[in-house]
C-alpha cells in the first residue's frame, strides 16, 4: 500500500505538471525506479560527444586524423569531389584492375599522386605542428587571445593549402579517366 504522503505528492507533481504544459493531468504514480530513468536520461543527454576523447595526443585531431596526415592522407578534405563523382588518385590506383586503367592512364595518374603527396606531406606535418602548439598553450593555460588568433589563422592557411592539393588531385583525375571508369569507381567504392 502507498502511503498517503506519497499519493498526495504524485497529485501535486502530475496537477503542476498538466499546468505547465496547458492539460490539467491526473494519471497513476509515477513509480521510483520511472523518475530515475527520466534523471539518468536527461543527464546523458548531457553527455559530450567528445567524452573520452580527453586523451587525444592532439585534442583537435583523432587518431584516424593525425595517423592520416603523418601520411599525406586527405583524411575526408575531398569528401565533396569524391561524392561529387570525382575519384582521387590513390583510390583509382588501388582500382587499377577492376578499372582496366590503361599503361599511360597509370603512369599519369601515379605522377599526379607523387604531385599531391609531394605537396601535402609536408603541409601535413606543419598542420601537425601548429594544432600541437595549440593544444599545448591550450594545456597548460598560456593561450592568449593574440596567439590563438595567430595560430587560428596559421592552422586555416595551412589546411586551405592542404585541401586545395587534394581536390585539384580529385579534379585532375577525372580528366585522366573515361565515363564508363568514373561509373565502375563510384559503384566499387559504393555510391551507386
Do not use: C
Not at 177 to 183: D, G, M, R, V
Amino acid at each position: 500500500m502507498v502511503p498517503r504522503y506519497v499519493w498526495l505528492g504524485m497529485i501535486i507533481v502530475a496537477f503542476f505538471a498538466g499546468i505547465g504544459s496547458g492539460h490539467l493531468l491526473f494519471s497513476a504514480p509515477v513509480s521510483v525506479v520511472e523518475t530515475q530513468t527520466h534523471v539518468a536520461e536527461h543527464m546523458e543527454s548531457h553527455i559530450s560527444p567528445w567524452a573520452g576523447e580527453q586523451t587525444r595526443e592532439i585534442k583537435s585531431l583523432s587518431a584516424r586524423e593525425l595517423d592520416g596526415l603523418k601520411h599525406g592522407h586527405g583524411v575526408g578534405m575531398a569528401t565533396m569531389a569524391e561524392l561529387n563523382s570525382y575519384p582521387g588518385p590513390r583510390h583509382a590506383l588501388d582500382l587499377a584492375e577492376p578499372l582496366n586503367l590503361t599503361t599511360e592512364q597509370r603512369i599519369k595518374i601515379e605522377r599526379l599522386y607523387e604531385d599531391v603527396m609531394e605537396q601535402s606531406i609536408p603541409l601535413s606535418r606543419q598542420l601537425i605542428e601548429v594544432e600541437r602548439e595549440m593544444n599545448e598553450k591550450f594545456a597548460d593555460r598560456t593561450i592568449s587571445s593574440e596567439n590563438l588568433s595567430e595560430l587560428v589563422q596559421k592552422s586555416g592557411e595551412i589546411h586551405w593549402q592542404l585541401r586545395n592539393a587534394h581536390l585539384q588531385a580529385h579534379l585532375k583525375t577525372v580528366d585522366i579517366l573515361n565515363q564508363e571508369q568514373i561509373s565502375r569507381y563510384n559503384q566499387l567504392r559504393g555510391y551507386t
